[in-house]
């Protein structure tokens, strides 16, 4: 809301390392419910909460899944887009997640993409999406992509302290797969 505030155009987009097309046909009780963008995309819920929050309208290309990128890229290997190559997560992966998040910036004309990697940093199956974003800062410049790391600092009220180990350990683990943050944002229940 910060960078809507200053004048830029904003556009959001979640990726989520689930293998699911996209959420329309999970269970609610596992999931949420779903938002439906104005372009017909069954999203995630927190669609919904950014599109109010940002007052911003989503698309087809907010909301990007594991299992999305998969089915797009095996239908281009059937076709024969591949001229009988081997399809291997990198380029072919990686580069249609980074295809995903420039057309999130073209279909809005939008000034900043932020980009929402769902998931824990480490899990496996966010691997893809980790390297596409580290790709996007050679790809696009240092001065045009700029990572932002949010963590919990876990607070212990019976011993009376905030324990950093949990994010020392995510920052560390970004840092081995290439990304570096240049912003670390602490969430605590206690300041």
């Not at 995630?44 to 940002?54: K, N, S, T, V």
């Not at 893809?128 to 996007?136: G, T």
């Amino acid at each position: 809301r910060l960078l809507k505030n200053r004048g830029l155009k904003l556009a959001i987009q979640k990726l989520d390392p689930y293998i699911n097309i996209d959420p329309g046909t999970m269970s609610p009780y596992q999931h949420g419910e779903t938002f439906v963008t104005g372009d017909g995309l069954e999203t995630d819920l927190d669609m919904g909460h950014y599109e109010r929050f940002m007052d911003i309208n989503t698309n087809m290309y907010s909301n990007v899944t594991t299992g999305r990128i998969y089915s797009e890229v095996l239908a281009k290997e059937r076709r024969g887009d591949y001229n009988g190559g081997t399809v291997q997560v990198i380029p072919h992966i990686t580069d249609a997640i980074k295809d995903k998040m420039k057309k999130a910036a073209e279909s809005t004309d939008a000034d900043v993409v932020i980009v929402e990697v769902g998931g824990t940093v480490g899990d496996i199956e966010s691997l893809p999406f980790i390297e596409a974003l580290r790709q996007m800062k050679s790809d696009l410049g240092s001065d045009n992509v700029f990572y932002i790391h949010t963590s919990l600092i876990v607070y212990l009220t019976a011993a009376g302290e905030a324990k950093t180990k949990p994010t020392q350990h995510s920052v560390a683990q970004l840092r081995s797969l290439g990304i570096q943050p240049d912003m670390i944002v602490l969430r605590t229940s206690s300041p």
